[in-house]
């Protein structure tokens, strides 16, 4: 989940998506977005990515209401922000882990300590 401010400003959410949209294209994947600057496109990419259509789907809070079916074909789940509740995490969550998942889930929430990379992986 990319964090983006709703309002429609662009904010400093957008240049953490602007860089993980280009790395993730350099990398000859196909991506779209889940946002809520992006209300009228995004039902579209999340069907593409549901129909196999796009590798990548990256969100903001918007994502952890309103679209089903990503249990189906996700298993992993990179969190960039935490939400600001255990309710809202938990909804998050949900959207891959629930009935019809039959793989194991990985939800990944990347921390950095003393400015050195690392990754905190949930299962």
Request: proline share 3%; hydrophobic share 35%.
């Amino acid at each position: 989940m990319i964090p983006i401010r709703e309002e429609g400003r662009r904010s400093a959410g957008h240049g953490i998506l602007d860089f993980l949209l280009k790395s993730l294209r350099d990398a000859n994947l196909t991506v779209g977005t889940y946002t809520g600057s992006n209300p009228k496109s995004r039902e579209n990419q999340a069907k593409d990515f549901v129909n196999g259509k796009l590798d990548v789907l990256i969100g903001s809070q918007s994502l952890a209401t309103g679209i089903d079916d990503l249990q189906n074909v996700c298993s992993n789940m990179i969190i960039n922000l935490l939400p600001m509740t255990n309710a809202e995490y938990r909804q998050l969550v949900g959207r891959i882990v629930r009935e019809g998942q039959d793989k194991k889930v990985n939800i990944f929430i990347p921390v950095s300590v003393d400015n050195q990379r690392s990754s905190f992986i949930l299962n």
